[in-house]
């Protein structure tokens, strides 16, 4: 009887070690499935950044360029206003004044990000290039 109680003692010890390797195994197949998410975030983390900062950039110089050509217009539209005395021409160099103000407020946004979504960004870069386009043809129009 001593016999048979020993077989199965060392039977359940097997069995508990046995059961032991596998929560370790599982252990380890639970880390590595961690660690790989972890690398994918990361890796999705960096693209998401680069896609911001490319694009902060461009919003960066459009602005820096429309602060540039609302400055050529409010010249131009002051110096008529005082030549002229037309209500128009203050219109206009109000207008621009004003225009310039958001620009510069943009860029020290840009200069300054708070945090945004990606597509938030891009959403703001393309209205800073289309007023870019809208103030060169502008400026192109006025300048003749």
Known sequence: M????GVTTAAT???VATASLDVATTLDVATASLDVA????????????????????VARVAAALN????????????RNYLE???KHTLGSAVFALLLLAENALALFYYL??????TPALRAMMYLQILE?????????????
Do not use: E, H, K
């Not at 972890?38 to 950039?57: F, H, M, Q, W």
């Open 13 to 15: 010890t097997l069995d």
């Open 112 to 117: 300054n990000p708070p945090q945004m979504s």
């Open 132 to 144: 870019f386009v809208g103030i060169a043809f502008l400026v192109y129009v006025t300048w003749d």
């Open 67 to 78: 602060i540039l050509l609302l400055l050529v217009l409010v010249g131009i539209w002051g």
């Open 38 to 57: 972890t690398a994918s975030l990361d890796v999705a983390t960096a693209g998401i950044a680069t896609l911001g900062g490319a694009t902060l950039g």
């Open 2 to 5: 001593t016999a048979t109680l």
């Open 84 to 86: 002229i005395r037309s």
